[in-house]
């Protein structure tokens, strides 16, 4: 079954400090990736996807990731954290498909990530 | 704005009554979705609607829960006999959803739950 796994539950980073949040997935054909911010008392904002092509993406806010298909990872990296990146952060992958056409979400359990000033 | 809108943003009720939510999708978005956040975890999947067609159901939409979206435009989610466990965020998503590549899901800003 097609599952996504994000190891850290919490992250603490110093701003300014380069960030990295691991994503890791299950999922037998090509996958398509997502990852999403939430900010308390905010719906989930797209910071970037991966479909296909260049592995490496990049996003708003400054953030990038890589898709690594031998390591079935998808990790989410920032050179330089601002205060205002403290959310909490949802890799996703997509499931269903062509032939049904649902399409549908299995998210990640998040990484919440905290920021000091 | 032409976002995704949920209402109730927060919904308080006691155990044992019927609540119901409203998503309002982007205009044009033919595909919607369901979704439940509890604490701790990420969303997971509901239901999902193709215009007013409804066209999956996870296990996790027991049968006190209805969906519907009759007209292909906004949809109702309908929780029956609530209990303490449906305490959660209830998300809504649309997307656009032409082609395989053409899905990415716009999220609403929930609507949260409370079951006392």
Redesign the interface.
């Known amino acids: 079954a097609q599952s996504v796994t994000q190891p850290d539950i919490h992250i603490t980073v110093s701003e300014g400090a380069s960030l990295e949040l691991r994503c890791n997935y299950s999922y037998g054909a090509t996958p398509y990736l997502f990852w999403y911010v939430q900010s308390p008392g905010q719906g989930l904002q797209l910071l970037l996807k991966y479909f296909s092509g260049d592995t490496l993406v990049q996003g708003i806010k400054g953030f990038e990731a890589e898709f690594k298909r031998s390591q079935s990872s998808f990790n989410l990296r920032k050179p330089s954290v601002h205060w205002s990146d403290a959310a909490e952060y949802f890799c996703a992958v997509v499931t269903g498909g062509m032939t049904s056409g649902t399409y549908k979400y299995i998210f990640g359990t998040g990484t919440r990530l905290k920021v000091l000033a | 704005d032409t976002g ?1 809108s949920q209402n109730p943003r927060h919904k308080i009720t006691k155990r044992g009554q019927n609540v119901t939510f409203r998503c309002d999708p982007i205009s044009e978005h033919n ?1 919607l ?1 369901w ?1 439940r956040q509890t604490l ?6 509901l239901t ?1 609607f ?1 215009n007013e067609a409804q ?2 159901k996870s296990r996790l939409l027991s049968d006190r829960f209805s969906a519907e979206r009759p007209k292909g435009s906004f949809s109702t989610l309908e929780i029956q006999r609530t209990e303490q466990g449906d305490s959660a965020m209830y ?1 809504c ?1 649309s ?1 656009p ?1 032409t082609s ?2 053409d ?8 609507t949260r739950l409370t079951v006392l």
Not at chain 2, 40 to 45: A, C, I, M, N, S
Not at chain 2, 103 to 110: I, K, R, S, V
């Open positions: 995704v595909r979705y979704y701790g975890q990420g969303p997971e999947f999902y193709q066209l999956e998300l998503a997307s959803g395989a590549t899905n990415e899901q716009f999220f609403g800003p929930g």
